[in-house]
């Protein structure tokens, strides 16, 4: 299970040993385990792994991604041999200046090395660099002003040397009244290459090139480049136009990435598209390429990961890895996995009671799900839990190549953007808990796990639980987690 983290990151995914031991205390060998806040997908694999059925549930299409890909797999051979046609084409059609080009593969992420040869890059590593928008004089706050002054005077400006003069500032603040002035239209802010990691050695010798100010255009086919396939366009708001309540950088979804990575990116996901191949292996290529996605965006940095914040964020310094690279190496990581995993059954509900199947996944709502009354033997859930995760605004980063409309208003989760309270959370899952009491067997048992600190919430959730007809019978502590384990009155 661990291999999973190494494929592809998903929010909030708790350890494998976390939901053991109630699995074995709580359901016995053959027997139905439910998770409806099914992630992705870490307790459902474990209860397969221990030798039960087991029902998955989750709101989020990207999140069911993840987790049916990985249990179900595909045929090892027809996997590897999908991935090579993905990257055996030769040419990649592009858009310049509205015209239709066709550009040798992987040509776009050539970079221009300091001896004059033309070589591939790995990653590019950027910086912001600051410009002055006005001449004029400016009332400021001392900070804001100083920044300004700086920056006016300098005349252009990168991330690094204005933190270098700031050192008794903290990162954070500077770039708060960085954004503050850009938004403001008082200073300008462009991003600038430094420096680039060769995919092998440049024939001068060069494994890396330094980039100045002063370089210029660094690639060997020029932009400004738009994609020819299609892509997304998705705003980060919802229905209402409201903003998502962890927007910050940019508006729209495609604005996390050069145009040229863009450009691979929809010719990437064109040809995954339209392969002729089995519907899991299809499955396996699209979670690959959902790996390549993040990857490749401009929230990746030297230090801190890819997306090391649960926000939509760009770091005033982040890097630009070569999509091809990272395609590669996110299919080395499932043709790794797929060779060590163990296998299981997916399908039908109707098969899953009968005992035909191993394991069911549904997209749905929780507090919705119709399942036979009395039909579980033991459900352990991991609820999305007040604001830190929002679950389903950062998974547009990845829904929205599947087009696939994300249920806002199904979602529990605090999100006062969308009008929800901590009292509304309570009265949502205390739906879901009458939910589960239907599905349940009597006197079998539901498991919560919760990742909170404040006693009352955590009194206020079992109570929500509670007077769904549950008894409390079992309440633990493990590292960051209080575990409550209910029996069906």
């Not at 995914?13 to 976390?18: A, D, T, V, W, Y």
């Not at 549930?57 to 046609?85: R, W």
């Not at 991991?382 to 605004?393: G, I, R, S, V, Y």
Request: net charge positive; proline share 3%; aromatic share 12%.
């Amino acid at each position: 299970m661990s291999n999973m983290n190494l494929i592809i990151r998903y929010w909030g995914r708790k350890p494998r040993e976390l939901a053991q031991y109630y699995i074995e205390k709580y359901s016995k060998h053959g027997e139905i385990v439910a998770d409806l806040f099914g992630g992705s997908g870490v307790f459902v694999q474990t209860a397969l792994e221990l030798g039960r059925r087991a029902l998955y549930v989750d709101l989020n299409p990207f999140a069911e991604l993840i987790a049916h890909s990985l249990m179900e797999g595909c045929d090892l051979d027809e996997y590897k041999q999908a991935v090579q046609t993905i990257l055996s084409r030769k040419i990649v059609p592009i858009k310049i200046k509205g015209k239709k080009v066709n550009i040798e593969a992987r040509k776009l992420f050539y970079v221009k090395c300091i001896c004059g040869r033309e070589t591939e890059a790995k990653l590019i590593n950027f910086t912001r660099i600051y410009r002055s928008a006005t001449n004029a004089f400016i009332q400021l706050n001392d900070k804001k002003y100083e920044i300004f002054k700086i920056i006016q005077e300098k005349g252009a400006i990168t991330h690094d040397e204005l933190c270098k003069l700031n050192k008794d500032t903290s990162t954070r603040s500077l770039s708060n009244a960085v954004k503050w002035l850009i938004r403001q239209g008082i200073i300008k802010e462009n991003e600038m290459p430094i420096y680039a990691k060769l995919v092998k050695p440049c024939e001068c010798g060069r494994t890396e090139i330094e980039f100045s100010s002063n370089n210029g255009n660094i690639w060997v086919i020029e932009g400004p480049i738009e994609p020819f396939y299609w892509y997304p366009k998705n705003e980060l708001k919802y229905k209402d136009g409201k903003p998502f309540l962890k927007k910050r950088d940019v508006s729209h979804v495609h604005e996390f990435f050069i145009d040229r990575s863009l450009a691979i990116l929809s010719t990437f996901w064109h040809d995954i598209l339209k392969i002729k191949t089995k519907k899991d292996v299809k499955r396996c290529l699209q979670l690959t390429f959902m790996a390549t996605l993040i990857r490749s965006s401009k929230m990746c940095r030297m230090s801190g990961g890819t997306w090391p914040i649960n926000s939509y964020w760009i770091p005033r310094k982040f890097i630009i890895k070569n999509p091809y690279v990272v395609f590669e190496n996110a299919a080395n990581q499932i043709i790794k996995f797929l060779k060590n995993r163990r296998k299981f059954n997916p399908g039908s509900l109707k098969d899953l009671m009968n005992g035909k199947v191993d394991v069911t996944f549904l997209i749905a709502d929780s507090r919705k799900v119709r399942l036979p009354k009395s039909s579980v033997d033991y459900v352990i859930i991991d609820p999305p839990h007040m604001d830190d995760a929002q679950f389903l605004e950062l998974s547009m980063f990845y829904t929205s190549w599947l087009k696939r409309e994300l249920c806002f208003k199904d979602e529990l989760v605090v999100n006062l953007n969308q009008g929800k309270t901590l009292e509304k959370y309570f009265e949502m899952l205390n739906e879901v808990a009458r939910n589960i009491y239907h599905m349940l067997k009597p006197n079998r048992y539901l498991t919560v796990i919760l990742h909170e600190e404040n006693k009352e919430i955590l009194d206020s959730c079992v109570k929500a639980i509670s007077d769904a007809n549950f008894e409390l019978v079992e309440n633990n502590q493990k590292d960051n987690y209080s575990i409550y384990t209910f029996k069906k009155k």
